[in-house]
């Protein structure tokens, strides 16, 4: 029904286990990225990891997130998030774990965002798209984790790897 440069709209005649039949509407997507970056050594006590103050249409406002994006073309969700780090903050890691990869919302989109921790910084250039409007924050990982309890984090992705890479470290 639509394909615009982020999602495709379709509507989808399905049939459902007990054997009923019906229209969805789908949304589609190529995938995501997202990246929990640490700015010091996550052995370190409370170590700092590097948030994002985006502008974000949608939501009305800047809001808090870990840098993330859209996969391109054939590229691995390592390669996605790799770039998206690069793009949006100018770091590269050395290290790169995946964290886990989930659904945003299986009601009604085959969004998948693979969320990873990423250790050994090194700082370079961002070059972000000329539609995202940010700042870097980094916040030690207590904070992130109070920010998250005190609904300043409200980005669901970004509360997921955070709370995922608090519970790897302890």
């Given at each position: 029904?639509?394909?615009?440069?982020?999602?495709?709209?379709?509507?989808?005649?399905?049939?459902?286990?007990?054997?009923?039949?019906?229209?969805?509407?789908?949304?589609?997507?190529?995938?995501?990225?997202?990246?929990?970056?640490?700015?010091?050594?996550?052995a370190?006590s409370?170590?700092?990891?590097l948030?994002?103050r985006?502008?974000?249409?949608?939501?009305?406002?800047?809001?808090y997130e870990?840098?993330a994006?859209r996969?391109?073309?054939?590229?691995?969700?390592?390669?996605?998030?790799?770039?998206?780090?690069?793009?949006?903050?100018?770091?590269?890691?050395?290290?790169?774990?995946?964290?886990t990869?989930?659904?945003?919302?299986?009601?009604?989109?085959?969004?998948?965002?693979?969320?990873?921790?990423?250790?050994?910084?090194?700082?370079?250039?961002?070059?972000?798209?000329?539609?995202?409007?940010l700042?870097?924050?980094?916040?030690?990982l207590?904070?992130?984790?109070?920010?998250?309890?005190?609904?300043?984090?409200?980005d669901?992705?970004?509360?997921?790897?955070i709370?995922?890479?608090?519970?790897?470290?302890?």
């Amino acid at each position: 029904m639509y394909t615009g440069r982020v999602i495709s709209l379709d509507v989808d005649t399905v049939r459902f286990p007990g054997g009923s039949t019906g229209d969805l509407e789908m949304i589609r997507h190529p995938g995501a990225s997202a990246v929990v970056p640490f700015l010091d050594d996550p052995a370190t006590s409370n170590p700092r990891i590097l948030l994002l103050r985006q502008y974000r249409y949608a939501s009305g406002g800047y809001m808090y997130e870990i840098p993330a994006g859209r996969m391109d073309g054939s590229e691995s969700p390592e390669q996605c998030a790799l770039r998206e780090l690069r793009e949006e903050t100018g770091y590269s890691a050395q290290k790169l774990e995946l964290l886990t990869t989930f659904f945003t919302t299986p009601g009604f989109t085959d969004e998948r965002i693979h969320l990873f921790f990423a250790s050994g910084l090194v700082a370079g250039e961002s070059s972000p798209e000329s539609d995202e409007i940010l700042e870097m924050h980094p916040v030690p990982l207590g904070e992130a984790l109070d920010m998250i309890s005190s609904g300043r984090i409200v980005d669901g992705k970004s509360m997921i790897g955070i709370l995922l890479a608090a519970r790897k470290l302890a």
